[in-house]
């Protein structure tokens, strides 16, 4: 017989991937891309708008801080001890992902089951604008470039979808077959079909290009970090009104592999909340402090480098950081005594607590006491190994405060000093589970060999084991190294600026026995008090025990 289509298969309504003729159905491939493509155009037209409202109302930026300040201690720690510093670049990846799955689903829906689409895009904008609004230091506007995204979203998912479905229509519907000559034109269905398609793969092809040409050019106007840096290089610090910190030959011993004394300023730490570093002009910043004083004080950045400051050596630890870990590091910093600045705001007698503000809303909670001690130099830092603040370690101005782990005391980009009692505030990280005062536990660690390291005594036939310890503002008078479970013996200690740092150590191992060996350290502070053997996690006041790795003797 003279067929004029082939028989659609049972079941089929036009719903599956193949149509009459066995041709393709176009949503398979092109009602995902669709999602991706819409969603771009709407995370480059937020992050457009985001410019004119503030770098923080990003939508990703203020779902991941929304993601961030509601996760549980432990889930904190195994992102910090899994994926160690680049654990904020882990989240916003994920965030990333998961927002892919939704345009693709969106996509998908729009195409398929119009209006489900639109729906669900409506639900992750919803998300979005809670996320935005509730953040600590967000303004209603901050709501808009979700808002604005989410609708230029639609709009492109809408305008596509429908194309879409018209040229899945023309792709599906009956073919006549030509009953002239092969040079016949084309039929009616096909050059329908070739219309719907372009119109389709045009708009797509344009929303793509004008998606990435739009948030490319976003990246390069919200670079302010970029002249943030020059401002920030073109600074001069004033020499300490102090004797300058000097490092002796005898702090750093010559020990392959051994963390340097001093810490480098693009190797040292970072753990915070900032998903984006805050950009804080020195020009604009200002320190406030208030509360429960008798004078409040505001001072500029020009003022506060008129101050007589000085010079301390301290060694920052991470609350986070495991037994063992690398979440610790020393370096120099310059700045004012923070009992200076206190003084001149005369705190009430029935005080107790200062809350540090940070530019991004961040709290800390640092007792009052510590920060008056005249024997500790806890420091409004504006300088750290010889020049200005990074920007990623608080410039242009930060609190340095020896003896407590940073979430209590190390706020960064630091706008405000609130003189209050621990009765009456609670400070971010104190509404979370960790407690409010953080001392820092004495703590030691193996740098060299590296655990699960293979050795090979050398021509003497002893192995060199060092690391580093520490007891921030107590100081530390000894450290001790076992083999197995044998007898603990000293190690040799290196010099040290002040209590306030970290030492590094060494120890001989001599003639090591061939085979499998646990190596322990445990240090010793200035008061007598042996580290404890106490094993505990890092929430909620910091991690202890004894470290100890595994080793190889060949």
Same mark, same amino acid.
């Given at each position: ?23 393709? !159905? ?20 937020? #992050? ?10 990003? /939508? ?16 904190? !720690? ?57 953040? &600590? ?36 519907? $009956? ?6 000559? $092969? ?8 050059? =329908?079909?070739?219309?719907? =398609? ?10 793509? %290009? ?29 020499? $300490? ?14 020990? &392959? ?20 570093? &805050?950009?804080?002009?020195? @020009? ?11 004078? #409040?004080? #505001? ?26 870990? @690398? ?9 004012? /005594? ?75 980009? *630091? ?7 621990? %009765? ?23 740098? *060299? ?62 003639? $090591? ?7 322990? *350290? ?33």
């Amino acid at each position: 017989m003279s067929p004029t289509a082939e028989p659609a298969s049972p079941g089929t309504s036009g719903r599956t991937s193949r149509g009459r003729g066995g041709r393709t !159905d176009p949503t398979r491939l092109w009602a995902p891309l669709l999602g991706i493509a819409s969603a771009l155009g709407a995370f480059a037209v937020a #992050e457009l708008v985001a410019l004119v409202v503030g770098s923080g109302s990003s /939508p990703v930026l203020v779902v991941g801080a929304g993601v961030v300040d509601r996760v549980p201690p432990w889930l904190k !720690d195994f992102a910090v001890e899994t994926f160690g510093t680049a654990d904020k670049t882990v989240l916003l990846l994920g965030i990333v992902v998961v927002l892919a799955v939704a345009a693709v689903a969106a996509g998908i829906l729009e195409t398929r089951r119009p209006p489900w689409g639109t729906v669900l895009l409506v639900v992750v904008g919803a998300v979005g604008v809670l996320a935005a609004v509730t953040r &600590p230091d967000a303004t209603p506007l901050w709501a808009l470039p979700t808002v604005v995204g989410v609708g230029v979203g639609i709009m492109l998912l809408r305008t596509g979808a429908a194309r879409l479905r018209a040229w899945r229509g023309s792709a599906l519907s $009956p073919v006549v077959a030509p009953t002239a000559e $092969p040079e016949t034109p084309l039929s009616a269905t096909r050059r =329908r079909e070739a219309l719907d =398609r372009r119109s389709f793969l045009v708009f797509a092809g344009l929303t793509t %290009a004008t998606a990435l040409v739009v948030g490319g050019a976003s990246r390069v106007l919200s670079a302010g970090s970029r002249a943030l840096t020059a401002v920030r290089d073109a600074i001069r610090l004033p020499a $300490p009104a102090g004797p300058a910190v000097v490092v002796p030959a005898g702090a750093s011993l010559d020990v &392959p592999g051994l963390t340097p004394y001093v810490t480098p300023n693009d190797e040292f730490y970072r753990i915070d909340t900032a998903l984006r570093v &805050p950009e804080v002009n020195p @020009d604009d910043w200002r320190l406030r402090v208030v509360g429960l004083v008798d004078q #409040e004080v #505001e001072i500029s950045f020009d003022e506060l480098l008129a101050l007589p400051l000085v010079e301390h050596a301290t060694t920052l630890t991470c609350v986070s950081n495991q037994v063992g870990g @690398d979440l610790v590091g020393n370096a120099v910093w310059l700045g004012y /005594p923070l009992r200076d600045l206190l003084a001149r705001a005369r705190p009430h007698a029935d005080a107790d607590m200062v809350l540090s503000r940070s530019a991004d809303g961040w709290t800390a909670s640092t007792p009052l006491d510590v920060l008056t001690d005249p024997g500790r130099e806890s420091l409004l830092a504006v300088g750290m190994n010889g020049e200005p603040l990074p920007l990623a370690h608080g410039f242009p101005v930060r609190m340095v405060v020896p003896g407590l782990y940073g979430y209590v005391s190390a706020t960064k980009w *630091v706008v405000e000093l609130k003189v209050t009692r621990f %009765a009456d505030d609670v400070a971010y990280w104190s509404t979370r589970g960790w407690s409010q005062r953080g001392p820092i536990k004495m703590s030691s660690r193996i740098d *060299v060999p590296r655990s699960g390291a293979s050795l090979s005594p050398g021509a003497d036939g002893d192995v060199v084991v060092a690391g580093v310890a520490w007891s921030q503002h107590r100081g530390i008078a000894g450290v001790e190294v076992r083999v197995d479970e044998g007898e603990w013996e000293q190690a040799e200690l290196a010099e040290t600026v002040s209590a306030d740092t970290w030492r590094q150590w060494s120890w001989r191992w001599a003639s $090591p026995e061939k085979g499998s060996h646990d190596l322990a *350290v445990r240090a010793t502070d200035t008061d007598g008090t042996v580290q404890t053997s106490v094993k505990a996690p890092p929430a909620p006041d910091g991690s202890s025990g004894i470290y100890s790795i595994g080793v190889t003797v060949a």
